[in-house]
């Protein structure tokens, strides 16, 4: 800050970062120099647009160059002059200026930079954490898989990211999402055959600045498909679910900033699928038994639902056979319900073994087994399946034991105004007929 006398450019006041700033040590210097030794011939440039300015508007605004006494260095400012004081005939008599060393502005300015850049990042990623552990919330395995890997991706600033889940201990990766540049890679290699595996074999942050010199795992991958660097982080807690990887296709080191908010992307892909296991889970106990492991009566209905859907309107039809072990209670109250659940498991084990693979066996009762078979062109086939299952040969696994179970099946076709419902009471009512009559199967009518 200075003021000085207009019309003469002596300097009444130099404040103390001024005098420091041009090299001036006491009042004594600032007294033996006026104004226009200030500034540099580029700064001196501007003198008669700053006298112009400070005449018709009383003030001037703009960049300039003062010169350091001392060593002579040109030093780039910001200059803001005012006319504080006028003379009786209205002229500017004292002037006042503030200057900024833009020297140490542009060091302000980038450190301000600096720390808005991370203030930035640091919103880009709580934004990105909480949309994916929203997802993690009720989403499905698949977006919150692409969500991972697309933050990944674009948080840390890669070419590409990726999720790959360990099928099996010690087997190859399976690639679930990814994002960035092709090839997009099926799997990768496990164990030391691919940075990903070595990341899953070893429970550890693996991080590679650049494939040349890198001895650890093969980088026979990376090159295949233009990449330099990477890191990987292992999913899962007690045992690895997967690995999140992300890949770049130029040498680079990865902050520890880069590498934390990765695990915090696998911590909460961790939790997602601990709830997503829980309810698949929760939801296979809810549709099967839990004795033989078959779809239960739930998932019966649900299945018949969706087969008597598609059937409408074509060639094809829906089957529905209605088995019943004979005698089963009296036989279970005599053997023990040990032996009985034991037939029953073997049961289920034969029944699975005769149908086609568009067919599906379920558990509905005690003994009562329903067999659903979408893709029935005619009567034969069904009858068919129907001849199969009561020449099983069903009893107790247990030597010794000659007994064996005799069952009684029920077909029924379904109408083209067939219901859900109504096909279940018409295999029933067969059923009990193949019963009463001792001829193991009957067609309902």
């Given amino acids: 800050v200075a003021i000085a006398d207009y019309d003469t450019g002596r300097l009444r006041y130099l404040n103390p970062a001024g005098m420091h700033l041009m090299g001036l040590t006491d009042e004594a210097a600032v007294a033996a120099r006026w104004a226009p030794e200030f500034f540099t011939d580029v700064g001196f440039v501007q003198a008669p647009d700053m006298e112009s300015a400070l005449l018709e508007q009383g003030r001037w605004e703009g960049?300039?160059?003062?010169?350091?006494?001392?060593?002579?260095?040109?030093?780039?400012?910001?200059?803001?002059?005012?006319?504080?004081?006028?003379?009786?005939?209205?002229?500017?008599?004292?002037?006042?200026?503030?200057?900024?060393?833009?020297?140490?502005?542009?060091?302000?300015?980038?450190?301000?930079?600096?720390?808005?850049e991370a203030a930035a990042y640091r919103v880009r990623e709580q934004r990105a954490l909480a949309d994916l552990s929203g997802l993690a919330v009720d989403g499905d395995l698949d977006h919150v898989l692409v969500a991972a890997a697309d933050a990944a991706a674009a948080l840390v600033g890669v070419n590409c990211a990726s999720v790959a889940r360990a099928e099996e201990p010690g087997g190859a990766l399976r690639v679930l999402a990814y994002r960035g540049q092709p090839p997009v890679p099926e799997t990768f290699a496990p164990g030391t055959d691919s940075q990903p595996g070595y990341a899953a074999a070893t429970d550890q942050i693996i991080i590679c600045p650049d494939r040349?010199?890198?001895?650890?795992?093969?980088?026979?991958?990376?090159?295949?498909?233009?990449?330099?660097?990477?890191?990987?982080?292992?999913?899962?807690?007690?045992?690895?679910?997967g690995v999140l990887t992300a890949h770049s296709a130029r040498p680079r080191d990865y902050s520890d900033r880069e590498v934390m908010f990765l695990r915090s992307v696998t911590a909460v892909l961790a939790a997602a699928i601990r709830r997503i296991e829980a309810e698949d889970a929760l939801r296979h106990l809810s549709l099967h038994d839990s004795l033989t492991g078959l779809p239960n009566r739930a998932l019966a209905h649900q299945q018949i639902d969706a087969a008597l859907d598609t059937a409408r309107g074509s060639e094809r039809t829906v089957a529905a056979l209605l088995i019943d072990l004979d005698e089963f209670k009296t036989l279970?109250?005599?053997?023990?319900?040990?032996?009985?659940?034991?037939?029953?498991?073997?049961?289920?084990?034969?029944?699975?073994?005769?149908?086609?693979?568009?067919?599906?066996?379920?558990?509905?009762?005690?003994?009562?087994?329903?067999?659903?078979?979408?893709?029935?062109?005619?009567?034969?086939?069904?009858?068919?399946?129907?001849?199969?299952?009561?020449?099983?040969?069903?009893?107790?696994?247990?030597?010794?034991?000659?007994?064996?179970?005799?069952?009684?099946?029920?077909?029924?076709?379904?109408?083209?105004?067939?219901?859900?419902?109504?096909?279940?009471?018409?295999?029933?009512?067969?059923?009990?007929?193949?019963?009463?009559?001792?001829?193991?199967?009957?067609?309902?009518?």
Avoid at 94 to 110: G, N, P, W
Avoid at 213 to 235: D, K, Q, W, Y
């Fill in 332 to 445: 279970n109250d005599r053997l023990g319900h040990a032996v009985g659940d034991d037939a029953l498991i073997r049961l289920a084990e034969q029944l699975q073994s005769v149908i086609r693979p568009t067919d599906t066996v379920a558990r509905i009762g005690g003994d009562e087994f329903l067999i659903v078979c979408p893709d029935t062109t005619t009567v034969d086939q069904a009858i068919t399946l129907a001849t199969r299952i009561t020449e099983l040969h069903i009893g107790p696994d247990s030597p010794g034991r000659e007994l064996r179970y005799t069952a009684s099946v029920g077909i029924a076709l379904a109408r083209p105004d067939e219901t859900r419902e109504t096909l279940i009471q018409r295999a029933d009512a067969a059923m009990y007929e193949a019963k009463t009559t001792g001829s193991r199967y009957a067609l309902a009518t």
């Fill in 63 to 116: 960049r300039s160059e003062f010169r350091h006494f001392l060593t002579g260095e040109p030093i780039p400012v910001t200059l803001s002059t005012y006319v504080i004081e006028h003379s009786p005939e209205n002229r500017p008599a004292v002037i006042a200026c503030i200057a900024q060393d833009l020297r140490t502005a542009q060091e302000h300015e980038q450190r301000l930079h600096t720390a808005l």
């Fill in 212 to 241: 040349y010199g890198e001895h650890r795992f093969s980088t026979e991958a990376m090159n295949t498909r233009g990449l330099r660097s990477g890191v990987c982080v292992p999913i899962g807690a007690d045992t690895v679910w």
